[in-house]
Nanobody, 117 residues
Framework: VQLQASGGGLVQAGGSLRLSCAAS????????MGWFRQAPGKQRELVAV???????RDVDSVKGRFTISRDNAKSTVYLQMNSLKPEDTAVYYC????????????WGQGTQVTVSS
């Protein structure tokens, strides 16, 4: 599975960005699709995940502001980020799991999101 993320950039606090991540390869086998982020000096953390059936989970810090969605036909996962805060600044990574590999995450390259105050 190969993943290509896009959509990062620089935005002012309160603004919005939409991240996209397109998967290629064994697309029929993809189960969960998720977004993680890593801020400088911090560990990578899960932001939001959506499984094939459409059930989503996200961390408390982004509830009500970020929305994860997926288009199975396009094998693409999105992260709509609204009301961005400076503490959302991080490198954002998309990742997927497959039914064949179980809980192993396949990672895309990161995309930088910078929120200025």
């Amino acid at each position: 599975v190969q993943l290509q993320a896009s959509g990062g950039g620089l935005v002012q606090a309160g603004g919005s960005l939409r991240l996209s991540c397109a998967a290629s390869g064994s697309m029929f086998d993809i189960n969960a699709m998720g977004w993680f982020r890593q801020a400088p000096g911090k560990q990578r953390e899960l932001v939001a995940v959506i499984i094939r059936g459409g059930i989503t989970r996200d961390v408390d810090s982004v509830k009500g502001r970020f929305t994860i969605s997926r288009d199975n036909a396009k094998s693409t996962v999105y992260l709509q980020m609204n009301s961005l805060k400076p503490e959302d600044t991080a490198v954002y990574y998309c990742a997927v799991t497959t039914f064949a590999a179980g809980s192993r995450w396949y990672w895309g390259q990161g995309t930088q999101v910078t929120v200025s105050s």
